[in-house]
């Protein structure tokens, strides 16, 4: 059983309107809505609407292209659905996840998501490997133990600014302020 139905609806600019998206969204019991681009990052209605879910709740949207930015993000989107028992339906796409085929769809996403990960380990590894094949190392660069005592006995001084010491020692600020 479904406790609580929202209704998530964006439109990309500030001068887009959300009515039709609205119109399909009437029956939910609380309707999020956002007008800005899907590719931002940060999108606060979605936020909103992940802090309100609880487990038996379900997010209907109008189509697939007004909850993710990306393929990946869609899908993962609907891993975080699946993870804590939350329902999707698209009406559009005609989505349910509270179906044999919606769940089916789900575990189809699912893999796609671990492939593309499984993907991305993969590329690394060989990327890895092909420089180490050609004498390169991987990590920080060894730093000069000579300039950065020099550099931490400027800092402690006290009399230069970190600027100053990065200048005059070539030693980071990141690497003067972790030692």
């Not at 400027?154 to 302020?177: D, N, P």
Request: aromatic share 8%.
């Amino acid at each position: 059983m479904t406790s609580y139905i929202y209704g998530y609806a964006r439109v990309s600019t500030r001068q887009q309107e959300l009515n039709q998206q609205l119109d399909l969204l009437k029956y939910c019991h609380e309707i999020l809505t956002e007008k800005m681009s899907g590719w931002k990052a940060e999108r606060p209605g979605l936020n909103r609407l992940k802090d309100k879910l609880r487990p038996g709740d379900m997010v209907v949207i109008e189509s697939f292209s007004r909850l993710g930015r990306s393929t990946k993000d869609l899908i993962e989107l609907v891993a975080y659905f699946k993870e804590r028992q939350i329902k999707l339906l698209s009406i559009k796409e005609n989505f349910n996840t509270s179906t044999p085929q919606g769940k089916l769809m789900m575990t189809v996403f699912q893999a796609f998501s671990q492939f593309e990960r499984d993907l991305i380990v993969q590329r690394t590894k060989e990327g890895l490997n092909s420089a180490r094949a050609r004498g390169r190392k991987g990590g920080r660069p060894k730093v000069n133990e000579r300039e950065l005592k020099k550099a931490l006995k400027l800092y402690k001084s006290e009399q230069y600014s970190v600027s100053e010491i990065v200048e005059m020692t070539g030693i980071s600020r990141a690497t003067i302020y972790r030692n």
